[in-house]
Nanobody
Framework: QVQLVESGGGLVQAGGSLRLSCTAS????????MGWFRQAPGKEREFVAA????????YYADSVRGRFRVSRDNAENTLYLQMNSLKPEDTAVYYC???????????????????WGQGTQVTVSS
């Protein structure tokens, strides 16, 4: 089991920045690809970003590429999502998740993740 706890969400104006954190406990954090997903009201959960166990590869949804940056600190068992130039359409609950998959085609899929955090709300006002 891996326990994941997100933090760092909040209310920000359009154009602003936030940094989300996800702290892991349980099984070795460094074994897993870690991802960020988000879910807006009335919409399905969608992929945002992912990073492989070593940090050597990262993947982004087209909607956030160039604005968001995913990173991890395996020594601290922590995953980060730096979000810049935020837009109202970025408003959602953001979840971190852990996956045993590593390929680009797999890590964008919700079903490839075994462990999930409880989510943190991000609200971007216009």
């Amino acid at each position: 089991q891996v326990q994941l706890v997100e933090s760092g969400g909040g209310l920000v104006q359009a154009g602003g920045s936030l940094r989300l954190s996800c702290t892991a406990s349980g099984r070795p954090f460094s074994r897993y690809t870690m991802g960020w997903f988000r879910q807006a009201p009335g919409k399905e959960r969608e992929f945002v970003a992912a990073i492989t166990w070593s940090g050597g590869s990262s993947y982004y949804a087209d909607s956030v590429r160039g604005r968001f940056r995913v990173s991890r600190d395996n020594a601290e068992n922590t995953l980060y999502l730096q979000m810049n130039s935020l837009k109202p359409e970025d408003t959602a609950v953001y979840y971190c998740a852990a996956s045993g998959y590593h390929s680009g085609k797999d890590v964008i899929e919700v079903r490839r993740y075994d462990y999930w955090g409880q989510g943190t709300q991000v609200t971007v006002s216009s």
